[in-house]
């Protein structure tokens, strides 16, 4: 933790581009606050990943309204809290980061690969609180199942590879995190998703091709599959767009951080033009 963080203690939409140490309460978070303008585009990160994940993209998008980035509990500066780092857990510490900033509600939600999951489950949670959602490359809790149908031996496979990965892990919110999303993998579904409503909606999908692909979800077969569990979103939404590309991997607000922003403009077109 940097001690030298000062507590954010104005309620307002700042202009301050540097990282402050907010109480949600229980304890603090490192949050990012930057740009003008309503929505918020509130920035949920991938797993085990701080705000930094968004580092290609988020002064770009604060030119076009105001912007939250923060890091979950444990990660990055943030302070470790007494939560379990669950999915459910980790979304009842978000609102109640919101409340702490004074977020006028409903905020928009960017989120990418388990940050994804996180999103939706956010949206299940508290409804009436998002207006719009940006989906980069996101976590499908269905998708080891999935793979596994067109190749048998791939949950197994993915378990030993975080299995190994844990081994390596110090205790800490990295590990719980990784945890969590072994045990969503393996159930196939997390407690208290529902469908998304139809809000305006972004999907990006990278179907980058793997020279040598070593599981199923890496061959074009694998590939086809991720973009039709991410095409079940964008049919939600009568107001969606889902772009698909194969010159960015799983990180695509770094290969293509400009898909990311013109993924934001679409939602933010879509709800001020509603």
């Not at 105001?66 to 978000?94: F, K, N, W």
Request: aromatic residues 6%.
């Amino acid at each position: 933790m940097l001690k030298g963080l000062p507590l954010l203690v104005l309620p307002c939409a700042l202009a301050a581009q540097s990282p402050q140490l907010v109480s949600i309460g229980t304890h603090r978070l490192e949050v990012v606050r930057a740009g003008t303008g309503f929505p918020t585009l509130v920035f949920e990160a991938g797993l085990g990943d701080a705000w930094e994940d968004w580092k290609p993209v988020w002064q770009q998008a604060s030119q076009l309204s105001s912007v939250v980035l923060y890091s979950r509990s444990g990660l990055g500066h943030s302070e470790a809290g007494p939560g379990d780092h669950s999915a459910r857990t980790e979304m009842m510490e978000l609102h109640q980061l919101l409340d702490s900033l004074h977020v006028q509600r409903p905020i928009v939600l960017v989120a990418r690969s388990y940050g994804g999951l996180l999103s939706r489950l956010y949206v299940s949670m508290y409804p009436h609180e998002v207006a719009g959602l940006v989906l980069v490359d996101g976590t499908h809790e269905q998708q080891v199942k999935r793979w596994g149908q067109i190749d048998p031996r791939y949950p197994g496979q993915f378990r030993a590879y975080f299995d190994s990965v844990l081994k390596t892990m110090k205790p800490g919110a990295e590990a719980d995190e990784t945890r969590e999303t072994v045990r969503i993998q393996a159930a196939g579904t997390v407690e208290g998703l529902t469908p998304l409503p139809d809000i305006p909606l972004a999907v990006l999908t990278s179907m980058k091709p793997s020279p040598n692909p070593t599981y199923v979800n890496q061959t074009v077969r694998g590939h086809e599959l991720w973009r039709a569990m991410h095409e079940e979103w964008a049919q939600r939404s009568t107001y969606a767009e889902h772009v698909v590309t194969a010159q960015a991997g799983h990180s695509i607000q770094e290969d293509q951080p400009e898909l990311v922003i013109n993924a934001i403009q679409f939602v933010l077109d879509r709800l001020r033009t509603r």
